[in-house]
């Protein structure tokens, strides 16, 4: 059974930096993409960026040049660092990951439990 685990979100001052990870545990034979979304209450979940394994990379223009996203295929785990963050960027952060549990087996999404980030002085 797979699971992505979540954690380094929380409170910070506007200007301020965090980064956010993501690990994969369990049966894994490949992971496809990484992928981070945010959502606020009423809102949709937003897709902000992405990794794919070969290293392609895409981000919402509400984050570019600011986050970015990372792996460590070794460790199963994702990252997003985010900087320079502003109040709108206050949500709860989610991971995705496109990952093959075994070989053989049809590709999967899998996502993480999310993560409260709040940016206020």
């Known amino acids: 059974q797979v699971r992505l685990v979540e954690s380094g979100g929380g409170l910070v001052q506007p200007g301020g930096s965090l980064r956010l990870s993501c690990t994969a545990s369990g049966s894994i034979w490949s992971i496809t993409a990484w992928a981070w979304y945010r959502q606020t209450p009423g809102k949709e979940r937003e897709l902000i960026a992405r990794?794919?394994?070969?290293?392609?990379?895409n981000y919402a223009d509400s984050v570019k040049g600011r986050f970015t996203i990372s792996r460590d295929a070794a460790e199963n785990t994702a990252y997003l660092q985010m900087n320079s963050l502003t109040p709108e960027d206050t949500a709860v952060y989610y991971c995705?990951?496109?990952?093959?549990?075994?070989?053989?087996?049809?590709?999967?999404?899998?996502w993480g439990q999310g993560t409260q980030v709040t940016v206020s002085a």
């Open positions: 995705k990951s496109d990952l093959t549990p075994r070989t053989g087996w049809a590709p999967a999404t899998y």
């Open positions: 990794i794919t394994s070969g290293g392609t990379l």
